[in-house]
């Protein structure tokens, strides 16, 4: 037997995967909303790119000697040959249909939201899974920091408002351009080569692959080596001082509090000078670690490798599940569903027969109601009827079906009175108000 059929004989959904149902669905969506709304009014237009693009768009835009690319990516080879991947992210594909869609003839910035599924093969854990739902912003074609500004300030808006997380915590760093980053660079590896004996494995080997990611090391071991390695601001050129400076003065003055965390470099290649992320600020005496909720940052570099042009963007996402699944631990989630009033009963085949025709009638009337069409006895349709709280009830027997009429029955008071079908409508809606 396969080992993806149960000991039920039941075929299982993949590891890592989810199905979204009922009061979930309905918060996912909610959000999602919400957060289209707030991204609207900040002038962000939306964009949905395909699911499967090509590895190499990846390969060449994140890098590497990252996790993504080593080991997180679904990659299948088509027919034609072709090899194509799950998109992992949404940056790289955005940075692409801006190019391929000629977006630089447009009013620059330009300003787009998107939200989707993203994939990545990763040991599915707390706050982690194989197939997850980002809501993320990018802005091209701008380098100045009030584009950086209304990224962070609009992803923090949709945090705190759609998905109504409070308070959370905005991390900053700068972790400078190109030609800056390899002075740093440089002066890190030396310093981390000296303590390479005392370093966790997964460090020895960033060491070696991508040191900037040697901050990433949450490994107790590594923390005091890091407390003691050369922070990137003091390697800054004026240009990224200045970029970062003005940034943090624009949410000085939006009031916007940060925590300047000179660890904070994000895994990515194609990040250039601003890298953010958002925690929930947590009750320091609370067991669990806080888990990242977004994150993003700047990408000046990534239009010239995927298509030579010299585009400056940048963006971030948040992660609806993991912001969901924050939500349920903190307080009972749940989405206030509005039960409709009436319930429709049919009693007889011929009732039964005209039961979508009549339904029609209610839908294009905007007339909410629930129905058990597959019953057939008045009792239990009645029962829950009851049972939803319904205040009337719609009565369609033989009678009613062969006089072109219906029954409204008041659930409170058991008063019925028999309309014709033409007047349905203008009744129902009158006892509703
Ligand atoms: P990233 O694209 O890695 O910057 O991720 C942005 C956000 O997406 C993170 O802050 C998480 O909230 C969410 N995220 C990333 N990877 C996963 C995953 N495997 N499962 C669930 N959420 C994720």
């Not at 790119?49 to 990846?58: D, K, S």
């Not at 992992?88 to 000629?102: C, D, K, L, N, S």
């Not at 209304?150 to 700068?174: D, Q, R």
Request: proline share 4%.
């Amino acid at each position: 037997m396969s080992k993806k059929i149960n000991n039920k004989g039941l075929i299982e959904r993949v590891r890592g995967m989810h199905d979204v149902m009922s009061n979930e669905y309905l918060i996912r969506k909610k959000i999602i909303e919400k957060a289209e709304n707030i991204a609207s009014f900040y002038g962000f237009e939306p964009i949905q790119t395909p699911h499967l693009e090509r590895a190499e768009l990846f390969t060449s835009a994140i890098g590497e000697s990252t996790d993504i690319i080593e080991k997180e990516m679904y990659k299948l080879k088509t027919k034609g040959g072709d090899n194509l991947v799950l998109r992992p992210e949404g940056t790289a594909p955005i940075v692409r249909a801006y190019i391929e869609h000629g977006m630089q003839t447009k009013p620059q910035p330009v300003m787009l939201y998107y939200h989707g599924s993203f994939f990545r093969h990763e040991r599915p854990q707390r706050g982690r899974s194989r197939e997850f739902q980002q809501f993320g912003l990018e802005i091209l074609g701008e380098e100045n920091s009030i584009v950086d500004a209304i990224i962070i300030k609009t992803l923090l808006t949709i945090l705190e408002e759609a998905v109504g997380i409070k308070p959370i915590s905005v991390h900053i760093n700068s972790i400078g351009d190109k030609e800056c980053r390899k002075v740093y660079q440089k002066e890190l590896t030396t310093y981390y080569k000296r303590k390479t004996n005392d370093l966790c494995k997964d460090c020895q080997y960033r060491l070696k692959s991508n040191p900037l990611r040697l901050l990433d090391c949450k490994n107790k071991e590594c923390d005091e080596i890091k407390q003691g390695a050369p922070q990137i601001i003091n390697y800054l050129c004026p240009g990224c001082t200045n970029h970062f400076k003005e940034l943090l003065e624009i949410l000085d003055a939006s009031e916007v509090s940060y925590f300047l965390d000179q660890y904070l470099v994000r895994g990515l290649d194609y990040y250039s000078r601003t890298a953010f992320e958002f925690f929930l600020e947590e009750n320091p005496d609370e067991e669990k670690m806080s888990l990242e909720l977004g994150g993003g940052g700047r990408y000046d570099s990534l239009a010239h490798i995927l298509g030579n042009k010299n585009i400056p963007g940048v963006g971030g996402a948040i992660g609806v599940d993991r912001a969901i699944k924050i939500l349920s631990e903190k307080k009972k989630l749940s989405v206030q569903t509005k039960t409709p009033e009436v319930f429709f009963i049919q009693l007889g085949s011929n009732a039964k027969y005209k039961s979508l025709f009549l339904l029609d009638i209610l839908r294009k009337a905007k007339i909410p109601i629930k129905h058990s069409l597959s019953r057939n006895s008045l009792k239990s349709q009645l029962k829950i009827a009851s049972k939803l709280g319904a205040s009337y009830v719609l009565i369609l027997g033989q009678k009613e079906t062969t006089d072109n009429t219906i029954i409204i029955r008041n659930m409170e008071t058991t008063s019925q009175e028999i309309v014709p079908i033409s007047k349905l409508v203008d009744r129902l809606k009158k006892k509703l108000k």
